[in-house]
Protein backbone atom coordinates (compact mmCIF):
# COMPACT_ATOMS: atom_id res chain seq x y z
CA UNK A 1 0.00 0.00 0.00
CA UNK A 2 3.03 2.42 0.43
CA UNK A 3 4.27 1.80 -3.00
CA UNK A 4 0.84 3.00 -3.89
CA UNK A 5 0.78 6.04 -1.96
CA UNK A 6 4.09 6.78 -3.31
CA UNK A 7 3.17 6.55 -7.06
CA UNK A 8 0.06 8.46 -6.40
CA UNK A 9 1.95 11.34 -4.49
CA UNK A 10 4.69 11.48 -7.45
CA UNK A 11 1.56 11.47 -10.43
CA UNK A 12 -0.04 14.35 -8.53
CA UNK A 13 3.39 16.56 -8.33
CA UNK A 14 3.25 16.12 -12.15
CA UNK A 15 0.04 15.87 -12.74
CA UNK A 16 -2.14 17.40 -10.06
CA UNK A 17 -3.06 20.71 -11.77
CA UNK A 18 -4.17 18.84 -15.47
CA UNK A 19 -6.24 16.34 -13.61
CA UNK A 20 -9.40 18.37 -14.03
CA UNK A 21 -8.86 19.02 -17.12
CA UNK A 22 -8.01 15.42 -18.03
CA UNK A 23 -11.34 14.45 -16.15
CA UNK A 24 -13.39 17.19 -18.39
CA UNK A 25 -11.76 15.36 -21.79
CA UNK A 26 -12.79 11.63 -20.59
CA UNK A 27 -16.47 13.35 -19.79
CA UNK A 28 -16.61 14.65 -23.39
CA UNK A 29 -15.67 11.84 -25.13
CA UNK A 30 -17.48 9.50 -23.14
CA UNK A 31 -20.36 11.63 -24.07
CA UNK A 32 -19.77 11.96 -27.63
CA UNK A 33 -19.15 7.76 -28.08
CA UNK A 34 -22.53 7.37 -26.35
CA UNK A 35 -24.50 10.02 -28.29
CA UNK A 36 -22.56 8.85 -31.43
CA UNK A 37 -20.88 11.92 -32.11
CA UNK A 38 -17.49 11.69 -33.87
CA UNK A 39 -16.40 15.31 -33.81
CA UNK A 40 -13.62 14.49 -30.82
CA UNK A 41 -11.16 12.23 -32.10
CA UNK A 42 -8.98 12.17 -28.64
CA UNK A 43 -5.31 11.94 -29.40
CA UNK A 44 -3.54 10.48 -33.00
CA UNK A 45 -0.09 9.98 -33.12
CA UNK A 46 1.67 12.11 -35.48
CA UNK A 47 2.62 10.67 -38.65
CA UNK A 48 6.80 9.41 -39.21
CA UNK A 49 8.09 12.02 -41.97
CA UNK A 50 11.81 11.42 -41.33
CA UNK A 51 14.97 11.07 -43.50
CA UNK A 52 15.47 7.45 -43.31
CA UNK A 53 12.05 6.78 -43.79
CA UNK A 54 11.81 8.99 -47.31
CA UNK A 55 15.00 6.96 -48.18
CA UNK A 56 13.11 3.67 -47.36
CA UNK A 57 10.50 5.20 -50.14
CA UNK A 58 12.96 6.08 -52.56
CA UNK A 59 14.43 2.72 -53.18
CA UNK A 60 17.24 3.11 -51.49
CA UNK A 61 17.69 -0.02 -50.17
CA UNK A 62 18.54 -1.78 -53.39
CA UNK A 63 21.67 0.42 -53.95
CA UNK A 64 23.18 -0.23 -50.71
CA UNK A 65 22.94 -4.02 -50.93
CA UNK A 66 25.06 -3.43 -54.22
CA UNK A 67 28.01 -2.27 -52.60
CA UNK A 68 29.36 -3.73 -48.84
CA UNK A 69 28.38 -6.60 -46.82
CA UNK A 70 25.07 -8.51 -45.83
CA UNK A 71 24.11 -7.65 -42.88
CA UNK A 72 24.59 -11.53 -42.31
CA UNK A 73 28.17 -11.62 -43.38
CA UNK A 74 28.50 -8.54 -41.58
CA UNK A 75 27.47 -10.02 -38.04
CA UNK A 76 29.60 -13.48 -39.14
CA UNK A 77 32.65 -10.85 -39.74
CA UNK A 78 31.62 -9.16 -35.60
CA UNK A 79 30.69 -12.88 -33.97
CA UNK A 80 34.52 -14.18 -35.34
CA UNK A 81 36.03 -10.99 -34.30
CA UNK A 82 37.91 -10.59 -37.60
CA UNK A 83 37.07 -10.11 -41.37
CA UNK A 84 36.47 -13.69 -42.70
CA UNK A 85 33.94 -11.72 -45.66
CA UNK A 86 35.35 -9.06 -47.66
CA UNK A 87 33.23 -6.46 -48.97
CA UNK A 88 31.53 -6.90 -52.49
CA UNK A 89 32.90 -4.60 -55.31
CA UNK A 90 30.10 -3.56 -57.60
CA UNK A 91 31.72 -2.85 -60.75
CA UNK A 92 30.25 0.80 -61.70
CA UNK A 93 31.23 3.71 -60.06
CA UNK A 94 28.97 4.45 -56.57
CA UNK A 95 28.07 7.92 -57.72
CA UNK A 96 26.99 6.98 -61.78
CA UNK A 97 25.11 4.14 -59.26
CA UNK A 98 23.43 6.86 -57.07
CA UNK A 99 22.48 8.37 -60.58
CA UNK A 100 19.61 6.42 -61.19
CA UNK A 101 18.12 7.43 -57.69
CA UNK A 102 18.16 10.98 -57.70
CA UNK A 103 14.79 12.34 -56.67
CA UNK A 104 13.60 16.15 -55.73
CA UNK A 105 14.03 15.09 -52.10
CA UNK A 106 17.41 14.09 -52.27
CA UNK A 107 18.44 17.16 -54.67
CA UNK A 108 17.21 19.64 -52.13
CA UNK A 109 18.91 17.57 -48.77
CA UNK A 110 22.29 17.75 -51.33
CA UNK A 111 21.74 21.63 -51.93
CA UNK A 112 21.59 22.89 -48.80
Not at 18 to 40: A, V
Amino acid sequence: MEEYADVLAQFQMYYGANIPGMIRWEKNRTLSNETGGSDQQGFRQAPRNDAYLQCVQSGLSSIASKFGLTPAQFADNLDKEYRSHDPEQYPVDPIETAQDYVCRFLFNRSAS
